[in-house]
């Protein structure tokens, strides 16, 4: 199975700052690799597909990028409403994975 | 509108089956692949099973053989049939619709425990 680490596991930011959230494949996945945005006691909504596809109706402060194994989630000017966990997962090949996890907390 | 609705969660005892739905609105489950996920208590998420529109089924080692996703082409409705529930089974189950799970079920509890 392809594992997949993100990185750090939390963070506390302040409203306005860049956000930075990684996540390593232990194989490549090419650029199947998917994020998520989990609020709590909520299902998860996906903001970015595919590396860099961003969901219709994510606003535009999300951008993520990659190739291979490493990929990253960016969140510039970080609002209030973006204090969730974050999730990559890869769709290159079943079983599909998940990352563990990064917990974002806005200031 | 896209809608997946998951029902059939509850207490079971070690053992038991529970089989659960995800009765989606919207578009057609037989024209696209779906997938089961799971979350345990305070964890990360966890893929457990895909159908594509073919038919084929995959499952998570963790649940292979106890496990069975199927659908119903005339309800748009899928399955997730449980066997030989385990304690570790405990989870919130998601059913999400693919690729890159792009409308997600509010979820359903399965609490497995005596």
């Known amino acids: 199975d392809i594992q997949m680490t993100q990185s750090p596991s939390s963070l506390s930011a302040s409203v306005g700052d860049r956000v930075t959230i990684t996540c390593r494949a232990s194989?490549?996945?090419?650029?199947?690799l998917n994020w998520y945005q989990q609020k709590p006691g909520k299902a998860p909504t996906i903001l970015i597909h595919?590396?860099?596809n961003l969901q219709s109706g994510v606003p535009s402060r999300f951008s993520g990028s990659g190739s291979g194994t490493d990929f990253t989630l960016t969140i510039r000017n970080l609002q209030p409403e973006d204090s969730a966990t974050y999730y990559c997962?890869?769709?290159?090949?079943?079983?599909?994975?998940f990352g563990q996890g990064t917990r974002v907390e806005v200031k | 509108e896209v809608q997946l609705v998951e029902s059939g969660g509850g207490l079971v005892q070690p053992g038991g089956s529970l089989r659960l739905s995800c009765a989606a609105s919207g578009f057609t489950v037989s024209s696209n692949y779906m997938s089961w996920i799971r979350q345990a208590p305070g964890k990360g998420l966890e893929w457990i099973s895909l159908i594509y529109s073919g038919g084929s089924t995959y499952y998570a080692d963790s649940v292979k053989g106890r496990f069975t996703i199927s659908r119903d082409n005339y309800k748009n409705t899928l399955y997730l049939q449980m066997n030989s529930l385990r304690p570790e089974d405990t989870a919130v189950y998601y059913c999400?619709?693919?690729?890159?799970?792009?409308?997600w079920g509010q979820g359903t509890l399965v609490n497995v425990s005596s």
């Open positions: 997962q890869q769709s290159y090949t079943s079983p599909w994975t």
């Open positions: 595919t590396t860099f």
């Open positions: 194989q490549t996945i090419t650029n199947y």
């Open positions: 999400a619709r693919e690729p890159a799970l792009d409308y």
